[in-house]
């Protein structure tokens, strides 16, 4: 059974920081490329970051580049995602995807709020 279950989030003032973690069971991990989106209430999901399937490569979309980390360790079938410089407009719903060709899975999503 695929499962890709994420933790981290909760409510953090502007400015400050949160590491989002997604664990993976049921697939090959290693083979997969994994994402992070997210989605703010009334708006698209968006791709916040991607990191290649070895780990060699990362993609950040521009409102999060300089402030997000994408990171994985394929001994441990995690994905993680730190977060730094936080703004009000990353609060939003956190999902966890790992695509392979047509195959894409999701996990259930962590909200981050960020408010002072």
């Known amino acids: 059974q695929v499962q890709l279950v994420e933790s981290g989030g909760g409510l953090v003032q502007p400015g400050g920081s949160l590491r989002l973690f997604c664990a993976a069971s049921?697939?090959?991990?290693?083979?997969?490329?994994m994402r992070w989106y997210r989605q703010a209430p009334g708006k698209e999901r968006e791709l916040v970051a991607a990191i290649s399937s070895d780990g060699g490569s990362t993609n950040y979309a521009a409102s999060v580049k300089g402030r997000f980390t994408i990171s994985r360790d394929n001994a441990k079938n995690t994905v993680d995602l730190q977060m730094n410089s936080l703004k009000p407009d990353d609060t939003a719903v956190y999902y966890c995807?790992?695509?392979?060709?047509?195959?894409?899975?999701w996990g259930q999503g962590t909200q981050v709020t960020v408010s002072s």
């Open positions: 049921g697939f090959t991990f290693s083979r997969y490329a």
């Open positions: 995807n790992a695509v392979q060709l047509r195959l894409s899975y």
